[in-house]
């Protein structure tokens, strides 16, 4: 007990939360990203916070909801409108869109057991007046640590009833087995059906893939897949009734804060020709919005639309045109790309910016006592740090050591975009030199605003802290972002003499 509470109560911050919510309070996750020396009422409402969001993180994780819908269009007319048709009919010159088929899936899980879990799965599809549904029941058991079976039940008014086993398997910590089989009950008799998937890492990033499948459609399919930091690549081959084909896709992925996409990908077999491109981004924390476009022969050119929302899935497949048609294919090329950035530019970033302005300005109402006080308590100790810092300046003197000539902390404005901005900076000169060592200073990847005689400028913007200092007789300047580490004296902070 003694060995687990000294580390609490040598910390101001976990000792609050201790003395408030007891042993239960540190539990929770999260306290680590929290700013350090909040007041107790501060601490309660984040506290409350987390659980929230804890409890949120639980149900999900229980019933692990999807969903998929998916709204198929056909704007044909827009691009092969048959005028001699309509000609002398009234409107019969206006191009006709319309939905010609929908799709409707979800499913949730149900733990019933450390090892057991039941999926209910429905759906629900439509195309050109015609359509129906099923409703799946599908019990999996984990059998040991490397597999589970599951059981699965269906019924619909397209297929009838459905019964089928599916079994996973490691064999090795790198070769594992996947083994379905099921038997669809319609009114021509009992189909049967068996795929089998065998699948080996063969790399750290690529994973090698067989499947053997027999019964209404029976083939055989060979795949490759190797996914990076950056890209993802794959390549497959089918041979089968009555789809044989050879595909092969690549995706490139940047290392951007929106977590952008683009891909590309030639499928050719019996059927035709495919070729697709498109690009998918992150617009929002739980939102990621994608568009390819399909180019094929005799397929023609299409436009699929897809939004993912958490687990939920939004699909608009447009078809433009039944023949290869370059007009079809520049405009759905260039009219979602367009249509993207005027709502980037005219809604969600707008709506962002105010979104992190209003953020912003409840954050500093509500720290606004708490700024006014850790000012204080930062200026008493800099009076207080006057004659220390005066010993060590002398120190470095005698020793043509480090002296900090001056040093800001807060927000910096360098962009002439910005120039209307006002710079919001403190001088943190005494506390830095304070910090001083043996002709080193060394800060940690923290925020600098705990620092002793310093506090916050800016609440919630980005900060910085700036450097100008001596060594040897030489001037160094250096600038380093709030949260990064900084080391000093460094050859590389040096100021040539002709700057």
């Known amino acids: 007990m003694v060995i687990y509470l000294f580390p609490v109560l040598s910390d101001p911050q976990a000792r609050a939360i201790y003395d408030i919510y007891g042993k239960r309070g540190l539990d929770v996750e999260g306290w680590e990203v929290v700013e350090r020396k909040r007041t107790p009422a501060e601490i309660r409402e984040e506290y409350e916070r987390l659980q929230r969001e804890r409890e949120e993180r639980r149900l999900h994780q229980r019933t692990n909801p999807k969903g998929t819908i998916s709204v198929g269009i056909d704007a044909t007319d827009l691009f092969d409108h048959y005028e001699e048709d309509y000609e002398d009919m009234v409107g019969g010159s206006i191009p006709h869109v319309e939905i010609n088929k929908m799709h409707i899936s979800q499913s949730i899980e149900a733990p019933l057991t450390t090892n057991d879990t039941a999926i209910l799965s429905g759906s629900l599809s439509t195309h050109n007046g015609n359509g129906g549904g099923t409703i799946n029941l599908a019990l999996r058991r984990v059998t040991s640590a490397k597999g589970w079976g599951e059981v699965e039940f269906g019924a619909g008014d ?39 998937v065998l699948a080996r890492h063969l790399d750290k990033n690529t994973m ?5 499948r027999w019964g209404i459609q029976s083939s055989m399919n060979t795949s ?29 992925k940047f290392q951007d804060e929106d977590q952008t996409k683009i891909k590309g990908s030639v499928k050719s077999g019996f059927f035709g020709t495919v070729v697709e491109y498109g690009a998918e981004r992150k617009i ?28 939920q899935t939004y699909f608009f497949p447009i078809h433009l045109t039944d023949q290869l048609m370059p007009s079809a294919v520049f405009y759905a090329t260039v009219g979602p790309l367009v249509f993207y950035l005027a709502i980037q530019q005219l809604i969600i970033r707008p709506y962002v910016k105010a979104q992190k302005e209003q953020d912003l300005e409840k954050q ?14 930062a200026e008493a100790a800099v009076l207080l740090m006057q004659e220390s810092v005066r010993r060590i300046i002398e120190a470095e003197e005698s020793r043509m050591g480090l002296i900090i000539l001056n040093a800001w902390y807060g927000k910096f404005v360098t962009d002439n975009s910005r120039k209307h901005e006002r710079a919001k900076v403190i001088d943190v000169t005494v506390p830095l030199q304070c910090l001083v060592k043996d002709s080193k ?31 040897r007789g030489v001037m160094h300047q250096v600038l380093s972002g709030d949260n990064e580490p900084l080391r000093i004296p460094k050859q590389s902070h040096r100021i040539d003499a002709d700057t």
């Open 364 to 377: 500093r109402e509500s720290s606004a006592s708490n700024i006014t006080k850790k000012k204080q308590e």
């Open 441 to 471: 200073l060394i800060l940690t990847e923290t925020t600098k605003s705990g620092l002793p005689g310093f506090y916050d400028p800016c609440v919630g913007e980005e900060k910085s802290l700036k450097v100008l200092y001596q060594f």
């Open 208 to 212: 090698g893939y067989l499947q053997w």
């Open 158 to 196: 397209t297929h009838g009833p459905l019964f089928g086993m599916k079994i996973f398997r490691n064999l090795t910590p790198r070769f594992f087995v996947t083994a379905q089989c099921g038997l669809q009950f319609s009114s021509r008799g009992v189909r049967p059906g068996i795929t089998t």
């Open 224 to 252: 490759i897949v190797r996914d990076t930091k950056s890209s993802h690549f794959t390549f497959a081959m089918q041979l089968g009734i009555p789809h044989t084909f050879m595909m092969m896709s690549y995706q490139y």
């Open 284 to 311: 929002s924390r739980h939102s990621v919005l994608g568009a390819t476009v399909s180019v094929g022969v005799p397929q023609g050119v299409s436009l699929k639309i897809k939004l993912n929302r958490a687990s």
